[in-house]
């Protein structure tokens, strides 16, 4: 069966980088986008960022622009979040997901529209 498995996270400061790494399996993922959610205490979980598999093209939600970087080794059925300049705020449980399902940006934003899911890793961002 597919699965998604997360790594990299941790207990880093203020101004830290950390690499998140998601390894997909058990399917073929040649045609899925993959992307990041993630989901602070008592808030929702939310869109972080994905890159579609048609032609690489990236999205990501305003408050991690310039900071955060998605990418993707298809050989591999890998996707990494490289993520800079953390702030408290990015404290959270990061979701790797992939779809097969969308093509416009505001597809990729809701989690209905993606068919497998990471049991997440922790982040926390604290001094």
């Known amino acids: 069966q597919v699965q998604l498995v997360e790594s990299g996270g941790g207990l880093v400061q203020p101004g830290d980088s950390l690499r998140l790494s998601c390894a997909a399996s058990?399917?073929?993922?040649?045609?899925?986008?993959m992307g990041w959610f993630r989901q602070a205490p008592g808030k929702e979980r939310e869109f972080v960022s994905v890159?579609?598999?048609?032609?690489?093209?990236?999205y990501y939600r305003d408050s991690v622009k310039g900071r955060f970087t998605i990418s993707r080794d298809s050989a591999k059925n890998t996707v990494d979040l490289q993520m800079n300049s953390l702030k408290p705020e990015d404290t959270a449980v990061y979701y790797c997901?992939?779809?097969?399902?969308?093509?416009?940006?505001?597809?990729?934003?809701?989690?209905?529209?993606?068919?497998?899911w990471g049991q997440g890793t922790q982040v926390t961002v604290s001094s």
């Open positions: 058990g399917g073929t993922f040649s045609r899925y986008s």
């Open positions: 890159i579609r598999w048609i032609d690489g093209r990236t």
């Open positions: 997901a992939v779809t097969s399902r969308c093509s416009a940006y505001a597809c990729y934003g809701s989690q209905g529209a993606y068919d497998y």
